[in-house]
């Protein structure tokens, strides 16, 4: 999976938008990256976005959080360091997440919860994927956790269900002319939103 991919359509006057694209999975077997190489190579060739991929595999955040005033310890201080100012640097996020027992997982909810300020006054964009319900009910739990953190959550969103969507061994789903839609769609929200706000926060800084 890449790390980086950019599109190269140009935006007069304007930088490219800097999207953090999160896989919120770690369980073994995991078809997130293969979710996430599908919505990169959907969402290339629209629009000036640069990607950045932040696997939480990759992001070895421990749950014990320091009390407040407190200092993290060395483990997640490495950690932080790693990937605290890529999400500072992103203008927007897409989340891709499944759904485990009606819920997000616990990694992805770690990685939220260690950071504050970098989700403020951004947009937020999701693509699911599960059973018969394609991930929507995670999708419409981690509405209302980035909304407590100021952040602004895309009213579309893509969701994956199984057997319909199920991905090929290429990591495609198998209806794409719905899903690549659907991801076109959102992505098209998320870049509206995200040079909105980009050019909010430049004026006016956001006070939470």
Known sequence: MPANTSTNTSVSGDAPLRVAVI????????????????????????????????????????LAMPGHGGAPGPE?????????????????????????????????????????????????GFVSYGGLGGGIRAVEQLRLV????HAVGMRDAVSLHWPWSHLTEDGTPNDTAVTEGAAKGMLGQLTWWGRALRSARAERPYAA
């Open 23 to 62: 896989v919120g999975s770690v369980r073994e077997g995991r078809v997130g990256p293969a979710v996430t190489d599908w919505f990169l190579r959907t969402a290339v060739g629209g629009e000036d976005v640069e990607f950045d991929v932040i696997d939480v595999a990759d992001v070895p955040l421990p």
């Open 76 to 124: 997640a201080a490495a950690a932080l360091e790693e990937v605290s100012p890529r999400l500072a640097a992103a203008d927007a996020f897409v989340v891709i997440t499944p759904e485990y027992n009606h819920s997000f997982p616990a990694a992805l909810k770690n990685l939220v919860d260690w950071h504050h300020a970098e989700w403020q006054a951004k947009p937020v």
């Open 146 to 149: 980035f909304a407590e953190l």
